[in-house]
């Protein structure tokens, strides 16, 4: 009688410490998780200069202009603040060929090669949550004396 009695309260005792020990694993994780967050991290690519044959007019097309391309990311950086690996981070070499590749391409307007660029560094990468681009003709033919023109575009998951 006082065998199963021990029985019974050893098994309470042993179910009460596994419900006490899930009840502390949920109010661990929910503290963590409170002041633990994704560490948004900003990589920004300034003045990348690239020749290209953007524009409307036939001399622009012949001729071609130089640019300036800004670019700007915002990427979960917490992995590899943390590791230090290239593989966990978002590569600055990368976002340099896209926009290298891209601004090749010809387009009429500005907007539809900072579209492309935006696009691929979305499709490509993983990691970056928003893109912000600024794309710039330098000494645009528009009959007057201006040093640049320039559009931004930006895109979001």
């Not at 976002?95 to 900072?114: C, G, P, Q, T, Y």
């Not at 990691?127 to 000494?139: C, E, H, P, Q, R």
């Amino acid at each position: 009688m006082v065998h199963n009695y021990l029985i019974k309260v050893f098994n309470f005792i042993y179910h009460l410490i596994l419900y006490k020990i899930g009840f502390l694993q949920i109010l661990l994780t929910k503290i963590i998780s409170t002041f633990v967050k994704k560490i948004v991290g900003i990589i920004k690519l300034k003045n990348i200069k690239v020749y290209a044959y953007h524009g409307c007019l036939v001399e622009e097309k012949k001729i071609g202009s130089d640019y300036r391309v800004d670019l700007k990311i915002k990427a979960d950086l917490s992995k590899s603040a943390v590791s230090d690996k290239l593989a966990e981070t978002v590569d600055y070499v990368h976002l340099n060929h896209i926009v290298k590749e891209e601004m090749a391409i010809r387009s009429k307007l500005l907007e539809h090669a900072a579209e492309r660029i935006l696009v691929r560094i979305l499709d490509e990468i993983p990691l970056v949550d928003k893109a912000v681009v600024n794309v710039s003709k330098i000494n645009p033919p528009i009959g007057g004396n201006v040093e640049m023109v320039t559009i931004t575009r930006s895109k979001k998951r």
